[in-house]
């Protein structure tokens, strides 16, 4: 059953990044979700959000531009169990090569099947301006024996089971062995991407992907540039309002960037 439920955040988890080796480390959770540290949520009236964003106006602004925007219907809640869809693909990129199935959520309803999300995964992690533009990254997708990272879509409900769950706004999470990536914001997308939803799609794979990689998380670096992939662009991309959520410990300074789905926007460096 379909249902187009108001969203919320999960947790985000983070590690350093991955090791030439490519052996996943264990990756600990450090309160950093595609929201930040959980001490966000709705302003109510008549109360002040909490620490560390002293300004109604500016939280409310942060929270609008962190919603779940409206749109197509998706999955509140699926079977907990995920299947791997059946296909491989060449590998591409760097020597530092990491395997990959793509997995979809047992109960999940998608335009396009879980065949068509893992045609979407498997060409933007094959896109020269994503993580192989450096020349180093690289990777293969199969589907059988242990692959290095699992790249899941997850229903709403289970994404908080697996990412946890406490700010009030929706989001993706990833650890260096599992990326969930949540149906909502797949079917759904972001504000800061003004209904681009193709282009929200490539950024939320190559942005939990660059979690599977190690890779932290990135305030925006110059105003009106493009914002780092890494940069939390499901809440938004200016970091006022990612600061008024208390992610990430950025810090409120103005500079607001545009929204960006790679890593190597302008193809490999």
């Not at 540290?37 to 002293?54: K, V």
């Not at 395997?99 to 998608?110: A, K």
């Not at 692959?147 to 999470?173: A, M, W």
């Not at 493009?226 to 991309?237: F, I």
Request: aromatic content about 6%.
């Amino acid at each position: 059953m379909l249902a187009g439920l108001t969203a919320f955040v999960v947790r985000e988890t983070v590690t350093s990044p991955r090791p030439p080796a490519l052996v996943a480390t264990p990756a600990t959770s450090d309160g950093h979700a595609e929201g930040g540290p959980e001490d966000g949520g709705h302003a109510s009236p008549g109360r002040t959000p909490p620490a560390p964003n002293p300004d109604p106006a500016l939280f409310d602004a942060a929270t609008a531009s962190a919603e779940l925007p409206p749109g197509g219907e998706f999955t509140a809640q699926g079977g907990k169990k995920w299947t791997v869809v059946p296909g491989t693909a060449p590998a591409v990129g760097g020597v530092n090569r990491v395997t990959y199935t793509v997995e979809v959520e047992e109960g999940i309803g998608l335009v396009g099947g879980p065949e068509g999300f893992a045609a979407d995964v498997t060409t933007i992690l094959a896109d020269p301006r994503g993580w192989i533009g450096d020349g180093q990254h690289g990777f293969q997708r199969v589907d059988t024996g242990e692959p290095d990272l699992r790249i899941r879509l997850t229903s709403q409900l289970t994404t908080r089971d697996v990412c946890g769950f406490s700010i009030p706004l929706e989001g993706s999470c990833a650890t260096t062995e599992v990326v969930t990536v949540n149906v909502a914001r797949w079917v759904r997308g972001a504000v800061s991407f003004q209904g681009a939803l193709v282009e929200y799609k490539q950024y939320v794979v190559n942005h939990e992907v660059g979690h599977g990689l190690g890779y932290n998380h990135k305030p925006c670096q110059e105003n009106g540039a493009l914002a780092p992939v890494m940069m939390q662009q499901s809440w938004g991309v200016s970091n006022d309002y990612l600061a008024a959520l208390g992610t990430d410990r950025v810090v409120v300074d103005g500079k607001v960037c545009r929204p960006n789905a790679w890593p190597y926007p302008t193809g490999s460096r």
